[in-house]
């Protein structure tokens, strides 16, 4: 069974920084792209970034410069480094993996989620 295991989250002052992880886990055949999005309270769910499996990045407009995803493959582990938090970073951060995975004889292709870790910085 797959699982995106997230750990990291935490509170901090702005100004300050955190460095959340997710390990994939499971029977798998490879790990393609992996994101990071995040919810805050009353809002929809929104992309913070993406990372291929080649280490191409892309990030929303409002954390560009401030966060940096990379990846450990060895691992299977994706990253999130947040610098120079502000209170709007405040939510429920979550990753996402598609995963390709053997089963019965077939290669199957899916979006995995982690349970999500709670990122709280205070004024």
């Known amino acids: 069974q797959v699982q995106l295991v997230e750990s990291g989250g935490g509170v901090v002052q702005a100004g300050g920084s955190l460095r959340l992880s997710c390990e994939v886990s499971?029977?798998?055949?490879?790990?393609?792209?992996m994101g990071w999005y995040r919810q805050a309270p009353g809002e929809q769910r929104e992309l913070v970034g993406t990372i291929t499996s080649g280490g191409s990045t892309n990030y929303a407009d409002s954390v560009l410069g401030r966060f940096t995803i990379s990846r450990d493959n060895a691992k299977n582990t994706v990253y999130l480094q947040m610098n120079s938090l502000k209170p709007e970073d405040t939510g429920v951060y979550y990753c996402?993996?598609?995963?390709?995975?053997?089963?019965?004889?077939?290669?199957?292709?899916?979006?995995?989620w982690g349970q999500g870790t709670q990122v709280t910085v205070s004024s």
């Open positions: 996402n993996a598609r995963i390709t995975y053997w089963h019965g004889g077939y290669s199957y292709t899916d979006d995995y």
């Open positions: 499971g029977i798998i055949l490879s790990i393609n792209a």
